[in-house]
């Protein structure tokens, strides 16, 4: 079965309305941020009041880094929980964001593996003029939904997102360019609200674009 676009696109803002349980893990992410963020600027403001040193160097390159880091790890949970969710309340079962969370964490060593190989060729492909890095992230869109919802291991779901994109290749590059297009709309007008735009765009687009492309994801596994 193929992709019902209009669907796609269209279903998960019913799917947020129906359960704003959806809009949680995406709140995680930003609420380990801004606790790492005070942190690493708090050790700038004592760097002002003490010789700059070595160590002072290496705590504030250690502290971005940790944020960094904590912040990745934060996102690929918030995604996984999303996913798990947003195919569970299909399935007409609700479920709340603990017991979304619950599930990805059970799965975070696939999901921490995938992301670091899927980031690794997009970092890659990106330096090869782009494209190529485009190419990989289309490829692999529905890594994070075969980990999830068939349960299979981080190289066994990036080989069956390439499987699946392979077999259904028109149906999912249109997919993925209106998704493209719509989310980078959203983000456009969400982004001019002063101060907290780009905060609320990243809430509302990581649930709505997690969900459409798991939507998309069931449609062809049908």
Known sequence: MGIDIGNTIKKPFDLMQEN???FVPAILPFAISLIAGVAFFSVIGISFFSAFSIITLITLIGSFLALMIIEIIAFIIAGGAITYMV?????????T???????A??????????????????VIGMILLVIPGLIVA???IFTLQ????ANKSWDDAISGSIDIVK???SDVLVFAIILAIVAGLMNAVLS????IGDAISVLILAPYVTSAITIAYLSLKQ
């Open 20 to 22: 704003y349980d959806l």
């Open 87 to 95: 195919y569970k309340q299909l399935e007409g079962v609700k479920v």
């Open 97 to 103: 964001y603990k017991e979304g969370i619950d599930f």
């Open 105 to 122: 964490l059970n799965r975070i060593g696939n999901l921490l593996l995938a992301s670091l190989i899927i980031s690794v060729g997009i």
């Open 138 to 140: 289309f490829f692999t």
């Open 146 to 149: 075969e980990i999830i919802i």
């Open 167 to 169: 077999k259904n290749f």
């Open 192 to 195: 001019l609200i002063p101060v």
